[in-house]
C-alpha cells in the first residue's frame, strides 16, 4: 500500500470528473419538462427554497420561452442560482417538496430547469439589474463566498459601493474551494463571480486576509458596515493517537488541493478510510475513488437513517464503489515508519433514548482494525474561534451571535453565513447574505427602507 499521484491516465481523469449532473442538450428537452409541471398556485417547491425562488414562475417563462424572463425570476431571489442549481441537495429541498412525489412520479426535474436559464443568462452575459447611482455610501465585506456575494449584489443594486477582502486568490469560496469537481468547476465558480460583480460597484481584494491584513476595527473605521461572511475552518479534529501521522489528511484541505492543481498531481492512497457522512466526507470519498484509490470506506457512528448527507449523495458514493460502515467510531491510528498503517474503530450500539427519542450511538466495546495507507477527516468543520476572539466579537464556541438575523452587538458590524450558523448549503449562505444586505441597508439608508429581494414572490395561474 502506497500514497502515490498520477495513478490514471489523463483520457481516465477527464472522464471521471466530467460534469455528473449534465444540462438539457436541446430546447425541446428543457421544454419538454418545463410543460409538465403543473405552476401550483401555492408551490411548495417555492416553499422549500431558502430563498424562495418562484419556482413556478420560472419553469412557465421557461415554457413559454422566455428564457430572459425565467433567469431575472431565479437571480432576483438567488443571485447564485446558477452555481445552486449544480450543488443544491435539491432532493430534500424543491424537489423533494415537489406534488408529483404524492403521485408516485418522477418530480420535476427543478435544478436542471434552473441550470438551463441560468447558464443562457450568463454565457450570453445578459445583464438583468440595473444599478442605482451611488448615493456615497460603502460597505466592506469579508469573505467572497456566496453569503459574501450575495450581499455585495443586493448592495449594490442600491446604489451601494461595496469593497470585499477575501482571503484567497479566487472568489466563491465553498463553490470553488471546497465542492467535488465533478459537480462544479473551478471555472464555472469564475465566471459566476465575474457575472455578479459585473453589475458594477463590487471591488474585490483578493489575498486579504481579516486579522492579518486587514482588521475589524481599521474597516469599522473606513466604511458605513461591515458584514463579515468568512465561513468556517478546516475540518473537526477526531482527538485520537495517531492523529498527526503522514497520510492523515483534513477532507477540506484535500479537495481543495485537488481543486487547485492538476488531478495527476494529487496523491491518493490505496486503501482510504473517511470519517463522517456529510456532504464533504461524500465528496472527498468519490474523489479518492475517481484519483485511483483501490478501495475507500466511509466510517459513520450513527446509523443510516441519521446521516447528514442525502441519499443521493450515498448512492454516487456506492456506485463509486465506496464501502460504508455505519455505527464505527475511529479510536485510533497505527503506523509503521511515521506513515499511517491501520485504523482502530469501535463499534457503536445506539443507546437508550432521550427526552426527544433520540437514541445516541454509545460504545460497544467491541474492535476492528481497518489496513489502510490513507485516512480523510470528515467529521463536521471548526469555526474560525481564534479569528472572532481576535475581533473582539461577541461568540458561541467560535460561531459569530447575532441578534435578528445578522446583526451583532459591535456597532456598524453585521454577519452572517457559515461563520454564524456554523455550516449549512451554499443556498442558505446566499439567503444570509440577503437578509445581511437588508439589515445594513435600514442602518444605512433608512429603517423602513424595503429591498425588491425582501418582497415576498407570488405566482398566480
Not at 127 to 132: D, G
Request: proline letters at 4%; aromatic letters at 6%.
Amino acid at each position: 500500500m502506497s500514497i502515490r499521484n498520477n495513478r490514471l491516465s489523463a483520457e481516465a481523469y477527464q472522464e471521471n470528473f466530467a460534469d455528473i449532473h449534465p444540462p438539457f442538450e436541446t430546447r425541446d428537452a428543457a421544454l419538454t419538462e418545463a410543460n409538465r409541471c403543473l405552476f401550483c398556485y401555492d408551490a411548495p417547491c417555492m416553499k422549500s427554497c431558502p430563498t424562495s425562488i418562484n419556482v413556478p414562475k420560472f419553469i412557465k417563462q421557461i415554457a413559454t420561452d422566455n428564457l430572459k424572463g425565467s433567469a431575472h425570476t431565479i437571480f432576483s431571489s438567488n443571485i447564485m442560482g446558477a452555481g445552486c442549481s449544480k450543488v443544491c441537495p435539491v432532493e430534500k429541498l424543491c424537489e423533494g417538496a415537489c406534488v408529483y412525489n404524492m403521485m408516485h412520479e418522477e418530480p420535476i426535474n427543478i435544478a436542471r430547469l434552473q441550470r438551463y436559464s441560468t447558464e443562457k443568462a450568463m454565457e450570453n452575459k445578459w445583464q438583468l439589474f440595473e444599478r442605482k447611482p451611488s448615493i456615497g455610501k460603502k460597505v466592506a465585506i469579508v469573505g467572497a463566498g456566496p453569503a459574501g456575494l450575495s450581499c455585495a449584489h443586493t448592495l449594490s443594486r442600491e446604489g451601494i459601493d461595496v469593497t470585499i477582502y477575501e482571503k484567497e486568490a479566487k472568489g466563491g469560496g465553498l463553490m470553488t474551494y471546497g465542492i467535488a469537481a465533478y459537480k462544479v468547476t473551478p471555472e464555472f465558480c469564475q465566471d459566476e463571480v465575474d457575472y455578479i460583480t459585473a453589475i458594477g460597484g463590487i471591488d474585490i481584494k483578493y489575498n486579504h486576509a481579516l486579522g492579518k491584513d486587514i482588521t475589524l476595527e481599521q474597516l469599522r473605521q473606513n466604511y458605513d458596515a461591515v458584514y463579515l461572511a468568512f465561513g468556517v475552518g478546516m475540518a473537526r479534529q477526531l482527538d485520537i493517537p495517531g492523529e498527526d501521522l503522514a497520510g492523515v489528511e483534513d477532507a477540506i484541505k484535500f479537495i481543495y488541493e485537488l481543486r487547485n492543481n492538476d488531478y495527476s498531481k494529487i496523491a491518493v492512497g490505496d486503501h482510504v478510510a473517511v470519517i463522517g457522512m456529510g456532504m464533504t466526507a461524500i465528496d472527498a470519498a468519490t474523489q479518492a475513488k475517481r484519483l485511483g484509490a483501490a478501495e475507500v470506506t466511509l466510517i459513520y457512528r450513527r446509523t443510516q437513517a441519521e446521516m447528514p448527507c442525502t441519499q443521493k449523495e450515498l448512492d454516487i458514493a456506492k456506485l463509486d464503489g465506496c464501502k460504508i460502515i455505519w455505527l464505527a467510531a475511529p479510536k485510533e491510528i497505527k503506523g509503521e515508519n511515521g506513515k499511517v498503517a491501520q485504523l482502530v474503530c469501535e463499534v457503536m450500539k445506539l443507546g437508550e433514548p432521550d427526552a426527544s427519542g433520540r437514541r445516541s450511538p454509545v460504545a460497544s466495546g467491541e474492535t476492528f482494525t481497518l489496513d489502510v495507507d490513507m485516512v480523510i477527516k470528515a467529521a463536521g468543520q471548526m469555526p474560525f474561534e481564534e479569528l472572532v476572539q481576535a475581533s473582539n466579537l461577541q461568540n458561541n464556541k467560535g460561531k459569530i451571535s447575532v441578534s435578528g438575523k445578522s446583526t451583532t452587538p459591535t456597532a456598524k458590524v453585521f454577519a452572517g453565513g457559515d461563520c454564524v450558523n456554523g455550516g449549512k448549503e451554499v443556498v442558505d449562505a446566499v439567503q444570509a447574505g440577503k437578509d445581511g444586505a437588508a439589515a445594513i441597508v435600514k442602518e444605512i439608508i433608512a429603517p423602513d427602507y424595503i429591498l425588491e429581494c425582501e418582497l415576498k414572490p407570488t405566482f398566480n395561474n
